[in-house]
């Protein structure tokens, strides 16, 4: 869709895109391309061979992704305590969300803060879990049909290190944190700081919001969502490690839409399945079809500012310290630390096997991007055509 559509649509909205936007264009127009470059994989046992060609390696591509994960779950499973874990959802409301559209960077950074911020705050609180506990938190920026809905997922441990640091404190079977009370928290951690960069001029208005730049239209536009419950949800613990490796593998690295959700591009547009939340059962999924170019631009809304980290780490999960808060976890909890031999583990092949026997599939030529690059296999079906003496 990129590669037959993305030329005109950069020529209608010249001007009107960032130099982030057009990047994540063209590397996915590119990707697996020649244009890249690749290499030349022939199999061991029966010496069928392939072309392959690289991948452009940008976070959102939707086909890029699978490697970055299975690395990054790989680093996660020596951190995971034999403990239930909760999902947690933090939700800005849409009158927020329009804010966060013209500042993403600012707006994102201040959701992960004000969450983080109430989740420990709360969990320490001796009314509650009396713990600090750990946290991983993932931003999404979209709904299911690509519109702009930003929030933050958070993975926790059921439990954490009591504040006097002498034992593990554990949260209820089914119950982590009261999400009412997070709610409000959440709310008066978030409006509170978001005035304050108002009023420092640091956030930026345009089009039809360029009237919030004044201070009384924007404490009037914020009015509303002052008295309005914030959506805090809490699902019911993970059964076991295993389930939250399994969900954080679907989550942590997903992008705006992904290849399989999408059912056909043709002169009509572009149609793909999306949940609707507000049905249920067998109703709740349904099907969409968006003109192409309102289908790339839900898909570029969601391009994250250059460097801006969407995973990230707070309590005992934080980058700083994890291993001696997680080695202290063990320790209350006494159980073993992960067996570390010191031998650095062997890395795995993704590539696909032989399609012809299965077999491995080793590198035999590399070539460079925009070089021309090694003929393919021929058909073995094409006829043979005879040369001339």
Not at 46 to 72: E, F, L, M, V
Not at 197 to 209: E, N, V
Not at 219 to 229: F, T
Request: contains cysteine.
């Amino acid at each position: 869709m990129f590669r037959a559509a993305g030329p005109g649509y950069r020529v209608a909205h010249a001007g009107h895109l960032s130099l982030q936007q057009l990047k994540v264009m063209s590397a996915i127009e590119h990707c697996r391309t020649a244009a890249l470059g690749g290499h030349v994989e022939a199999c061991e046992d029966c010496g069928q061979w392939r072309i392959a060609y690289n991948s452009c390696r940008n976070r959102h591509c939707p086909k890029c992704q699978g490697a970055a994960a299975r690395t990054w779950l790989a680093e996660r499973e020596a951190d995971l305590l034999p403990v239930g874990y909760f999902h947690v959802v933090f939700t800005l409301p849409a009158e927020v969300a329009d804010i966060a559209f013209h500042n993403k960077a600012l707006v994102y950074d201040l959701l992960f803060k004000a969450a983080s911020e109430t989740m420990l705050t709360i969990a320490a609180d001796p009314k509650h879990l009396g713990a600090r506990i750990g946290i991983t938190a993932v931003l999404h920026t979209w709904g299911s049909a690509m519109t702009h809905h930003p929030h933050v997922h958070m993975i926790v441990p059921g439990g954490g290190i009591a504040l006097d640091g002498t034992r593990w404190v554990s949260s209820r079977p089914a119950f982590l944190l009261p999400v009412r009370v997070l709610g409000k928290l959440f709310r008066r951690l978030f409006l509170s700081r978001l005035v304050a960069l108002h009023a420092a001029g640091r956030l930026t208005f345009f089009g039809s919001m360029a009237h919030l730049t004044e201070r009384c239209a924007f404490l009037r536009h914020l009015k509303s969502v002052r008295s309005k419950r914030w959506a805090v949800y809490a699902k019911a613990p993970f059964a076991g490690p295993e389930a939250v490796l399994a969900y954080l593998s679907r989550y942590t690295h997903r992008v705006a839409i992904s290849n399989r959700r999408l059912i056909a591009f043709d002169e009509s547009g572009v149609t793909f399945r999306y949940k609707d939340y507000r049905r249920d059962g067998a109703d709740r999924q349904q099907v969409m079809t968006l003109a192409t170019d309102e289908f790339i631009r839900r898909f570029l809304l969601h391009v994250l500012p250059r460097g801006f980290h969407r995973i990230r780490h707070y309590g005992l999960l934080a980058c700083s310290a994890h291993k001696a808060s997680l080695a202290h976890a063990r320790k209350l909890l006494d159980i073993a630390a992960p067996s570390d031999d010191g031998t650095p583990d062997e890395p795995e092949d993704f590539r696909p096997p032989c399609p012809c026997c299965g077999g491995r599939m080793i590198v035999i030529e590399v070539f460079e991007r925009w070089r021309r690059q090694p003929r393919g296999p021929p058909n073995a079906s094409a006829p043979i055509r005879e040369t001339a003496p």
